[in-house]
């Protein structure tokens, strides 16, 4: 599975099992319009439909992770632009919720900004993420007569909290990674050089584990955000019933008293 190198999203899965998922407009810090929207949403469903996914590594190309929305596009719609943008939220928010629907975890590197609906709506429907030391977070709505999308509005929430959330979405302060982290809106830190290695590190050790387990799990911490932990109990018995009868849990039971390494099969 592979995209033409100048399309605005990239995606090839290697034989790991990992998703290799890049928005890919440089020369416009990644910032985005419908059509890299719609070409993310497909991409994001093509890897729902390959059962060789195990893991997704989404970036961006160039030095930004994602600017947010393309404002010279914006800009050019003039009076058209409530109906553009009418679609182009449509898509973003279509994308954001295939991410959190995914059966693979995503694991996302930022460098540079990760800015507006898109950049953050991003960051904040993935699972792990990993930021070069010198990233920067930004919401950035509301200083141009916006407000927030991709989900963000309740995802941003859910991650930091409402104060923190408020803070980020009316004052509009550019976060560094290591404040980022802070308030856990992402997952850790790396020097700028390790970027790359870091994120490729963490989805390589996912992507040995067994996949139904990653699934389940993703799917259990996902579906019972907002919810009464009482009113999650009999799901999480009935998923930790389920897996037991799989081949991948019976393997790591054996290799636990076998004490070796684990063979996963994703059977």
């Known amino acids: 599975m592979t995209t033409t190198i100048d399309a605005p999203v990239l995606l090839d899965v290697d034989d790991a099992g990992v998703a290799w998922l890049r928005l890919n407009r440089p020369d416009s810090a990644n910032g985005v319009d419908v059509e890299l929207l719609k070409a993310l949403h497909d991409a994001v469903l093509r890897c729902h439909a390959d059962p060789r996914v ?3 590594r989404l970036s961006g190309a160039g030095p930004h992770f994602c600017a947010g929305g393309d404002v010279k596009t914006f800009e050019s719609k003039g009076a058209g632009l409530p109906d553009y943008l009418r679609e182009a939220t449509a898509w973003l928010q279509l994308a954001s919720a295939a991410l959190i629907q995914l059966k693979a975890p995503v694991i996302t590197s930022v460098q540079g900004f990760a800015a507006g609906g898109a950049g953050l709506g991003l ?11 010198s ?6 709505a509301v200083r141009v007569g916006m407000a927030p999308d991709g989900g963000s509005s309740v995802t941003l929430t859910q991650l930091v909290g409402l104060r923190h959330a408020l803070r980020i979405l ?11 982290a802070g308030i856990g809106l992402i997952t850790e830190v790396v020097d700028d050089e390790l970027l790359a290695e870091r994120a490729d590190q963490l989805a390589g050790q996912l992507a040995a584990l067994p996949p139904q387990a990653l699934s389940s799990t993703k799917r259990l911490v996902w579906s019972g955000l907002g919810a009464p932990v ?4 009999a799901e999480e018995a009935r998923t930790v019933s389920e897996l037991s009868g799989t081949a991948d849990a019976l393997e790591g039971l054996r290799a636990v008293i076998e004490r ?3 063979r996963f099969t994703g059977k």
């Open 123 to 133: 960051v904040c429907a993935s699972d792990i993420v990993v930021a070069a030391r």
């Open 170 to 180: 009316l004052t509009n302060p550019t976060l560094t990674a290591d404040e980022a």
């Open 260 to 262: 070796r390494a684990p």
């Open 135 to 140: 990233a920067k977070f930004f919401s950035g």
């Open 54 to 56: 195990r893991v997704v």
């Open 230 to 233: 009482e009113a999650r109990l």
